[in-house]
């Protein structure tokens, strides 16, 4: 490790830098350097740290190509580097809040500190600021040449994921990383968070863990849970945060992955353990409505959803307004409510120009019959988002096959699904043009086919959206039905009508999987 080392004399700082051995204890190489002053500490620092590097072995040409000067990979101002080094590690421990704070310290500070702007951006955009986390992850790419070649690399992977959307070439700016820094635990995280947006769950767990073999930290555990999530390796769960904990490692994260299973298991003592956690995750509100649409309680749904939107507003995060906004629009359509779908995916689209939310909102607009609506918002997407990995193969192929279907062009929406097949598990559509492709195959009448797509959404029920979770169940009663299946209907068609047994009595699909019901438990009577 290097250990540094700071002494005040009168008006000098005496900086002192050596290179030990962890196993021995031994010092390989020494640097002492003097600073007149404190604004010519960083100065003195970089140039004990350049003859460091070279008494240590490192090459003339490395020097050249990778020995930045501090001021320029970093900053100039001492308090900056301290008010970035104290985000850092509030952001390791997953505390935005405080991480926001140091960060926008750093940036008023020293306005041309690229990697504080990049860091900002991404606290950002995790909590909802997305405007304002586009125009900071643009202006740290405009200081890229300002910083060392190690640190392009983060700056760049997070200017594809906040602004350009492209997930693809995140994770290959994430490899090269890895290739290039192999043993370098924040390019491990970096590679696992990019598999982990592409919903390649395997490659995710392997990489981050990995990463906390090098450097256990919350952020590193909480990525392995999330990646375990994704294919239902609960006990995985539970064992890793157990280990972080006893190492006094903790998240939030942990917290609302632990409810989220208790829910899976109908474990209601975990649930109450874990209840301050999903509800801090979701917000006012947020998990009422959550559990409200789960079954089938749409008058609820509706109400808790506007009192949730009207909240975050006022709390200035508009675009978790129109997330909550544009999602509720499309379980509303889902089920047949049309015109509260329309309208409230309008009013998000207007709320904030997010890709996640825009395609939503014409995704809902297709399902809903507002297909003039949905063809001009699909030449938008595919002007303002040309790179956008959700977009271009997820969202735009559900709309596409949507339109179709209002045309009673079900082959025509299949193929226009094709597309999709290794964005599958992608988090932000939440498998939603998985559904749109099952129900392509129950209009065609290819039931064996639209049986594996609602099994998909059942198997992998941590990625899909709670609402079509539960309208999954009667895709896939469907399916069965059009295979002749009757006993695996009927159980399907249980299963969704025990979910709604509370339900609101006049919502349209909850009236035709009763009456499909019925006709399918007549027509084993007969026989």
């Known amino acids: 490790t290097i250990e540094g080392s700071i002494a005040n004399l009168e008006n000098q700082y005496v900086i002192g830098l050596s290179a030990v051995n962890c196993r021995t204890g031994e010092t390989f190489a020494q640097e002492q350097v003097t600073a007149d002053g404190k604004q010519k500490v960083l100065s003195a620092l970089g140039d004990a740290v350049s003859r460091l590097r070279s008494k240590l072995g490192e090459s003339r040409k490395s020097l050249e190509t990778y020995d930045v000067p501090l ?61 304002q986390a586009i125009e900071n992850s643009k202006r740290a790419y405009e200081l890229r040449d300002r910083i060392s070649e190690y640190e392009k690399f983060p700056l760049l992977k997070d200017y594809q994921h906040i602004v350009t959307g492209n997930v693809d070439k995140e994770l290959q700016i994430c490899q090269q990383w890895v290739q290039t820094y192999p043993h370098d635990m924040p390019a491990l995280l970096g590679l696992a968070v990019a598999n982990l947006r592409l919903g390649r769950a ?14 256990p930290t919350a952020l590193g555990a909480s990525l392995t849970c999330n990646s375990y999530m994704i294919v239902n390796r609960y006990d995985e769960i539970h064992a890793t945060i157990q280990q972080a904990r006893a190492r006094q490692l903790d998240s939030p994260v942990f917290g609302r992955l632990l409810y989220w299973i208790a829910f899976d298991q109908n474990d209601q003592a975990g649930m109450a353990a874990n209840l301050e956690a999903i509800s801090w995750s979701l917000g006012p ?17 509706r109400d808790l959803t506007q009192r949730g939107m009207v909240l975050r507003i006022q709390a200035n995060q508009k675009a978790i307004a129109a997330r909550l906004s544009v999602r509720a629009a499309l379980f509303e359509a889902l089920v047949g409510n049309l015109t509260e779908a329309k309208k409230a995916a309008i009013e998000a689209s207007k709320m904030s120009a997010n890709w996640d939310v825009q395609g939503n909102a014409a995704l809902t607009l297709a399902l809903a019959g507002d297909s003039a609506s949905a063809q001009k918002m699909v030449s938008d997407l595919k002007e303002h988002f040309p790179e956008a990995t959700s977009i271009q193969f997820c969202y735009l192929p559900a709309v596409r096959a949507a339109l179709a279907l209002n045309q009673g062009k079900a082959q025509e929406a299949i193929e226009s699904l094709r597309a999709i097949s290794s964005y599958e598990l992608l988090p932000a559509p939440q498998m939603i043009a998985v559904y749109v492709r099952g129900s392509a195959y129950l209009a065609a009448r290819q039931g064996a086919e639209a049986a594996v797509e609602f099994q998909k959404i059942l198997e992998y029920r941590n990625v899909a959206s709670r609402g079509s979770r539960v309208l999954g169940h009667l895709g896939l009663g469907r399916a069965y039905a059009l295979q002749g299946d009757t006993t695996k209907a009927r159980k399907e068609y249980q299963d969704f009508l025990a979910l709604w047994k509370d339900a609101d009595p006049d919502i349209p699909i909850l009236k035709e999987a009763k009456n499909e019901y019925r006709k399918l438990v007549s027509s084993e009577n007969q026989h």
């Open 285 to 301: 509100l947020g998990l009422d409505a959550m559990l409200a649409a789960q079954q089938g309680r749409f008058s609820r749904f």
């Open 71 to 131: 001021a320029q990979a970093t900053t100039s101002s001492l308090e900056a580097l301290q008010a970035y080094s104290q985000g850092i590690r509030a952001f390791e421990k997953n505390d935005s809040a405080s991480a926001t704070s140091y960060f926008e310290r750093t940036v008023s500070l020293d306005k041309v500190f690229g990697l504080a702007y990049s860091m900002l951006s991404v606290i950002q955009n995790d909590i909802g600021y997305n405007d």
């Open 202 to 215: 395997d490659n995710a767990i392997a990489q981050s863990l990995e990463a906390n073999r090098l450097s």
